[in-house]
Structures are given as structure tokens and as C-alpha cells.
């Protein structure tokens, strides 16, 4: 294997990954922000922010598919005599003297130097805060007295970012803003509906300023040389419609070894119907007074810096693991849990791969991103709980997406997919587990929104099941609806039509026979959980209901969903086999063997033990397991996207990085800690980023959704970071059963699964108010614990009873 070219290392100490080189294969990103102010920021600055939702609340714009990638973002200019260059590289792309980009938790820090001056931003969102803080460090390193001229540069959104891209009959007139000292406050829309309004500020005084784009770029520019700069000279531009702008210009002088900091805040601020304006016209500017107010110093920022490292110490307290391994460590210490929050926060709304438009929160998305969360957070969760469930319908069934800022279900995707209501089970049961908090059962929750259809959580959980069960085909499998898990296996929609979405195209449902494997395993694993719920809380008759459902499922799979080495994937509309080994492609799936192996099926026939080495025979590659094989070659109509992708890529054999911590924990549960570990550490990014820098492409210290399978033309390299599924549950896998620590209702579950030569290995777990400090012996085994002491006692059995306090924990395998 040829050594590839590397563009930057993890820096565990300070939680960082540096980037030395700003030519990334794509651009590497970091997200800003943890509740409702959110940014993306790549490498060189380029990216957006928006408060709570991407699409319906935008702040700056940003232009995906673009030439270059990557164009629009927070940019410095810094004219020092007529060299002209950005901290970040671009957009000038003026060859710097020094280059790194530092991307922390929730943080970035891009510094560039040039002719004996360093350019030092530091980016974040402050806890609690709408806005934006980017401070600019600016030192003449150089032994002659400098003199420069800085411009900031922000573009505004209009506020929708669907119609900022395509209104333009519109948009071209609608543009306002207010210049007020050093603040430029953008309005568009304020006059009418809109009780919002953004504004861009300095601590500084300004010795000019431009708010309209063509005035400052140019018209036959762009933002590699926008006129201004260029020449030096701001033109004191005031936007009215077209394109609005913010950018300050600063004349600045510092001696040899002098520095000075520069803080520049983008903010966000609501008002009250009647207090939106303080004259005819002018916007009532209080509140975004105040909020500058408390970012105007350097101490006031560094102070807010320090909460945030704070928040994440705390954050990355609560589950710690020391192996020895680096690789290992610095995923589940530091990036993977990182990686949950981001997905907590955004589902697959934005990313470099989401527009921010297409998708809200998924249902089944946020159920499992959650899972990866809920330690952290588990208040947040609770409330996230709720917010899903109330778009649920009264059968059961539920919206595929909700919009953040309405919370309302999403009417252009529409529901149908008959996976999503067990996903609620999947959520809840690990909140309580987490939390303790079997009261989030009782909350009267809505069906639809709807007012008035409230009816307890609890309530929503047997629904969702009894949609399963009241919607059986003919094997007494799941009815898969419109798609299940694989939104691309779309076996009831036909679509000969280029013009219709696979997604959404309506669906024939009369006379189908589509079932499917994976839905019946996920409704064993998720209703199992929900018998051991019922059983808490004594509700013993809904418990010996459920588990009558499963005897029967369980005896379905067996007899209808087997293939002789593997878990058969589906039947199609007509009832004819899908993901067997009579098929002509696509013989085999990933997502049955998964869900059918955590849920045990036909374990003591041999049907678990077989499916797995299936797995490993027909799936695994270098870079993972791949979703099917062989690969499509080509359109089925009866099944839809799946078979629209070349091979390799997404659905039709790529290594969907999502499911294959699915098989992994059915190796664990099986005891096979070898397997488990080695696909595990394929998908780990870490051990990517040891290897595959250049071909991989995206963001090495997080997982992305897919990276191209055995059959793709360029194997390994990956696509659609970030916003994946794969996070929650490489953690879920990594925390609870490769290295083995489960909570549960009662206390702690210990019980790893580990490769033979795993050594000695510590955990420092917070759990509701105890901490447990646990040291594992493996001893050589991979599965199978033998003892456990608990602050020197011994214990019966694999949980260690809650109670507040600090323990010890002794396991010897
Ligand atoms: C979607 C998931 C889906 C997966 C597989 C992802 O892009 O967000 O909901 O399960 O693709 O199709």
C-alpha cells in the first residue's frame, strides 16, 4: 500500500484535529453552536450560520455544487501593502508562510501568516448565545512598524434558503439594512412578517464599511479579488435590494511584536410584535445592544471560551475509557461522542452534503442519533422524546421528518414507512435506562399536533408496536410500506418516471405483499425492550401481549425468513424473494443479518453463528461490509432506488458505515469479540486517518454515511459526512458492548465483548448521581464475566446496583 499524503494529525491533548495544509481533499468542517445558534465552518473559513433551522431560518448564504467548492463564508482580508491574503487561504489563495486550522469541540481556530504578520481567528458560538464570536488576533511579527488594512467580509441570507435560491424576481428588491458605528444590521423582511433581524458588529472603531455585494466585489470579480480590497479603499456602500452584504474595513497599525485582538460578533435577535421598532422604520436595536455588550473585550470573550471548554470537559466526563490504544481512546473519549452531539443537534439536515432544505429530523434518525446522546444531555433528550412522538398518528404510523422550528410534521415526505414507530421504543427505553426517569411515560403527548388527541408516552410506545402487528403480510412479516430502514428499497413504488422521487411518489399499497427482515428483526429487539418496560412498571398483561407478538414473529422469521446461510431480506410486491441466494444479484443483505442477529433469532438452530460468517464471506471488504452483494447492474422496477445507484455506491453495495455496527453488536451478543473487533476498527476513523487520508477524502476524525464498497469504481474513498446515523451507533457499540458498560433500569450492566488480545482496560462512568471508577481484566477471553467487585465485595450476577456516590468496580473475565 502506497503511503498517502497526509493534511493533519489529532491533537488528543487539547481535543483538536490540526489541519497543516488547507488543500484538504474536500473541504474538512466543524460545526459552532449546541442549541439553537448553530454555524458550519470548514477548513478555510467557507460555511454558514443559522438560528435553529437551516432552511427556514438562514443567516448567511452559502452555495452548494458550486466552482470552487466551498465558496461563502466568514473571510478576513488583510491588504499589507498590496499583498493581499486570507488567515484561512481563501478565497485569495495567497500562499501563506504558515497555515494550521485547529478544529475543537464546538470551537475553530484558523491562523495564517504572511510577510512577518500572523492573522490568529479564533470561531465559536458562546453557551446560551445567538451569536457568532470571532475573534481576530493580529501581530506584526516582523522586525518594521506595520500598517494594514483589514475587511471582514459576511454575506446575508434572505432568511428562507430555499427561496433565497430561486425568488429572485423577489429577492433582488426585498434587501434592506441599518449601519449603525460599527454594527450592520441586516432586515430584509422586518417591515412585514418577520420580527428578526441579524446584524454583524466590531469592538472597534470602523474607518468605513460596504453592505452591497456588487459595490464591493465588483461585478466582473469575485471574492478572490472583490474591488474594494483590491484596492484598499471601502466604498461606503448602503444596500437596497440585490444582494446585502456586511463587511467593516479597519486601518490598523502595529509595531514590531505588537498585537491586537478584534472581536467581531454575528448575531441574531427576536423581538416582541410591538417592540419591533424604536422610529418609523428603524428597528428596535436593544436587545442586539446588550448582546454586544457582552462581547465587546477580549476578557469577556476569553471568559465565554472558557465556559465552553468547560461545558465539554464536563460533557466528556461522563464516559471515559483508558485502553492504551490511542486510536481507540481518542474516538470514544473525544470525536465519536462529539460526532453524537452534531448529529443530536441536526439529524441530516445540514452538513457539506445536506442542504439544510431537503431534510428536517428524521424520525427514525433522531430516535438513534439520541441513543448516541442521551448520556451527555439526558434533559434534552427527554424533551427531543417528546417532540418526535407528538408527530406521531393515532395508528401508529408517523412522519418520516419534522421541520426544528415548527416541530410539525413534514407533509411533502409524508409517512408510510413502516420501520419509523419502533424507533420510538428504541429512543425512550434508553432515556429511561440513562435517566432513571420512568415519569416521561406519563407526559400527555399529542398525536399529529393536534390539540386535544394528547395521550400518555406510554400509550405512543403501544401504538407503535401494534402498527407492526396490524400491518403483517402474508409470511406474518412486516408489511415494509413505503420503505423501511433502506429508504432506497422502495418495493411498492414503480416509477418509470425520472421526474418523480423515489421517496415520495405515491406508493401502491392495494394487494402488496412486500415484507420485510429487517423490520421484523428490529420489531423482536425493540419489543423485547418494551416486555422488560411493561414488566417494571406492572403492566403484565400489555407484557404477555407484546410477548406473544414476538413468539409469533420469531417462529415467522424462522420459517419464512430463512435462506439456509443467511436471513432472507424481503418479499417484493408479488411475494417473490429478496436477498436469497435464488436471486440473481443482490443475493444477500446487511440489514436482516444485523437486526435478526441482535434479536437472536434461531440462535440455537445455527442461524446466528451462520449469518454472521455470511457476513464476513460475502460482505466484508478492506473498508468495511457492504450493504448487498453482488451489486445491482442493473434498474429494477420493483425495487426501486436501490438498484439506481451504480455499484458500489450508497444503497446498492456500498459500506453504508450505519449498519455494520448492527452486525457487530450480533457478533458481540454472540460472544465473537475477534469479529466484532475487526470490522469495528475498518469503519473506525481513526484507523482511516492512519491510512486512507487522500483516498478517503472527507473529514478523517468523524464517521461518514458511506464509503464506497468492494464493486465501486474507487473502493474506500467516502461520501456524506458527518450527519450519519453511524455515530450513535458506533458509539452505542463501542460503549456498551465491545467495551461492555450498559446501563439498565436498575444500575449497570458489565459485560464486554473484546478481541483476545485485549489488555487490562479502565472506565470512568458518571451514571445519574454515581460514578463508577471500573477496571476490566479480560484475562485473554473474549466474552464472560466472571467476577465483579464492588467497592471490595463481590456481587451476584452482571449489574452493579445504582446508588449515588463514587465506586470502585473490579470485573474479571
Ligand atoms: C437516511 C436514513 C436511512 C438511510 C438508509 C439515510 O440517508 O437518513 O433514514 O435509514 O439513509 O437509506
Not at 350 to 369: C, K, L, T, Y
Not at 802 to 809: E, K, L
Amino acid at each position: 500500500m502506497e503511503q498517502q499524503k497526509r493534511y493533519g494529525h489529532f491533537d488528543d491533548e487539547h481535543r483538536e484535529y490540526v489541519i497543516t495544509d488547507p488543500k484538504t481533499p474536500w473541504p474538512w468542517i466543524n460545526y459552532l453552536g449546541n442549541e439553537d445558534f448553530f454555524s458550519l465552518i470548514s477548513n478555510t473559513a467557507g460555511g454558514y450560520s443559522f438560528y435553529k433551522d437551516a432552511k427556514f431560518r438562514r443567516i448567511t448564504r452559502y452555495r452548494y455544487n458550486n466552482v470552487p467548492m466551498d465558496n461563502g463564508g466568514r473571510y478576513f482580508y488583510i491588504n499589507d501593502g498590496g499583498a493581499i491574503w486570507n488567515p484561512g487561504w481563501k478565497p485569495c489563495k495567497t500562499p501563506l508562510d504558515f497555515y494550521e486550522c485547529r478544529h475543537g469541540m464546538s470551537y475553530t481556530r484558523i491562523t495564517g501568516r504572511k510577510n512577518g504578520v500572523e492573522a490568529s481567528v479564533l470561531f465559536f458560538v458562546p453557551l446560551k448565545t445567538w451569536a457568532e464570536v470571532q475573534k481576530l488576533t493580529l501581530t506584526n511579527q516582523s522586525n518594521e512598524t506595520k500598517t494594514l488594512k483589514l475587511f471582514s467580509f459576511e454575506e446575508w441570507c434572505l432568511w428562507n434558503a430555499a427561496t433565497d435560491m430561486e425568488n429572485f424576481q423577489r429577492n433582488f428588491s426585498t434587501g434592506e439594512v441599518e449601519i449603525e458605528g460599527a454594527t450592520i444590521y441586516h432586515k430584509t423582511e422586518y417591515r412585514e412578517r418577520r420580527n428578526h433581524y441579524a446584524f454583524y458588529h466590531v469592538n472597534a472603531e470602523i474607518q468605513g464599511f460596504d453592505t452591497d455585494r456588487e459595490t464591493f466585489v465588483g461585478l466582473y470579480n469575485e471574492f478572490s479579488n472583490p474591488d474594494a480590497v483590491m484596492e484598499g479603499k471601502p466604498r461606503n456602500s448602503h444596500a437596497h435590494g440585490w444582494s446585502p452584504i456586511a463587511s467593516h474595513y479597519i486601518e490598523v497599525t502595529l509595531q514590531p511584536g505588537e498585537s491586537k485582538d478584534f472581536v467581531f460578533l454575528l448575531g441574531y435577535i427576536e423581538n416582541e410584535q410591538d417592540k419591533k421598532f424604536s422610529a418609523p422604520q428603524v428597528i428596535n436595536k436593544e436587545k442586539a445592544h446588550a448582546l454586544i455588550a457582552r462581547f465587546d473585550t477580549t476578557e469577556k470573550v476569553d471568559k465565554a471560551f472558557a465556559e465552553l471548554n468547560a461545558y465539554w470537559d464536563a460533557l466528556l466526563n461522563i464516559y471515559k475509557v483508558r485502553t492504551g490504544n490511542d486510536k481507540l481512546d481518542r474516538m470514544v473519549n473525544i470525536w465519536n461522542q462529539y460526532q453524537c452531539m452534531v448529529t443530536f443537534n441536526f439529524s441530516r439536515s445540514a452538513s457539506f452534503f445536506e442542504s439544510g432544505i431537503g431534510r428536517g429530523m428524521g424520525f427514525r434518525d433522531s430516535n438513534q442519533d439520541l441513543v448516541g446522546f442521551v448520556h451527555q444531555i439526558p434533559s434534552r433528550a427527554r424533551q427531543r422524546i417528546i417532540d418526535i412522538a407528538s408527530t406521531q398518528f393515532p395508528d401508529g404510523g408517523c412522519y418520516h421528518q419534522y421541520q426544528p422550528l415548527t416541530k410539525r410534521g413534514n407533509n411533502d415526505i409524508g409517512g408510510g414507512f413502516n420501520d419509523d414507530p419502533c424507533w420510538l421504543i428504541f429512543g425512550t427505553v434508553a432515556y429511561i435506562k440513562e435517566s432513571g426517569d420512568f415519569s416521561i411515560l406519563d407526559e400527555m403527548v399529542p398525536f399529529d399536533n393536534q390539540p386535544g388527541s394528547e395521550v400518555t408516552l406510554f400509550e405512543h410506545l403501544k401504538v407503535s408496536l401494534n402498527h407492526v402487528i396490524n400491518n403483517l403480510g402474508p409470511h406474518m412479516l412486516p408489511l415494509i410500506g413505503r420503505a423501511d430502514w433502506n429508504d432506497c428499497l422502495n418495493l411498492n413504488c414503480f416509477s418509470w418516471d425520472p421526474n418523480e422521487s423515489f421517496q415520495t411518489t405515491e406508493n401502491v399499497s392495494e394487494g402488496t405483499k412486500a415484507e420485510s427482515l429487517m423490520i421484523a428483526g428490529l420489531f423482536v429487539v425493540t419489543a423485547k425492550e418494551y416486555v422488560k418496560l411493561c414488566d417494571k412498571i406492572a403492566k403484565h398483561e400489555e407484557g404477555e401481549r407484546m410477548q406473544k407478538a414476538i413468539d409469533a414473529m420469531i417462529e415467522a422469521v424462522k420459517k419464512h425468513g430463512w435462506d439456509g446461510e443467511w436471513y432472507l431480506r424481503a418479499y417484493d410486491f408479488y411475494g417473490r424473494k429478496i436477498g436469497s441466494n435464488e436471486c440473481d444479484e443482490a443475493k444477500i443483505f446487511i440489514e436482516s443479518q444485523g437486526w435478526c442477529t441482535m434479536a437472536e433469532i434461531g440462535a440455537d438452530e445455527g442461524m446466528v453463528a451462520k449469518s454472521l460468517d455470511s457476513c464476513k464471506k460475502y460482505l466484508e471488504c478492506e473498508h468495511g461490509m457492504v450493504l448487498n452483494n453482488p451489486a445491482f447492474t442493473k434498474y429494477i422496477y420493483e425495487y426501486g432506488e436501490i438498484s439506481s445507484y451504480p455499484e458500489g455506491y450508497k444503497e446498492n453495495a456500498g459500506i453504508f458505515c450505519h449498519n455494520n455496527p448492527w452486525v457487530i453488536i450480533g457478533e458481540c451478543l454472540a460472544g465473537r469479540g475477534n469479529d466484532a473487533w475487526s470490522h469495528y476498527a475498518k469503519i473506525l476513523p481513526s484507523y482511516v486517518e492512519e491510512k486512507y487520508q487522500t483516498l478517503h477524502k472527507v473529514e478523517p476524525y468523524v464517521n461518514c454515511q458511506m464509503v464506497a464498497g468492494k464493486d465501486a469504481f474507487r473502493p474506500g474513498e467516502g461520501k456524506n459526512s458527518w450527519l450519519t446515523g453511524t455515530a450513535a451507533w458506533m458509539w452505542y457499540t463501542v460503549s456498551e458492548f465491545i467495551l461492555g458498560i450498559k446501563p439498565d433500569y436498575d444500575g449497570i450492566c458489565i459485560d464486554p465483548c473484546l478481541p483476545e488480545t485485549a489488555t487490562d482496560y479502565t472506565v470512568q462512568r458518571k451514571f445519574r448521581d454515581a460514578d463508577y471508577d471500573i477496571t476490566i481484566h479480560p484475562n485473554g477471553q473474549q466474552k464472560g464475566v466472571k467476577q465483579i467487585v464492588l467497592d471490595g465485595t463481590p456481587i451476584e450476577g452482571t449489574v452493579i446496583p445504582y446508588s449515588s456516590g463514587h465506586h470502585t468496580v473490579e470485573v474479571t473475565m
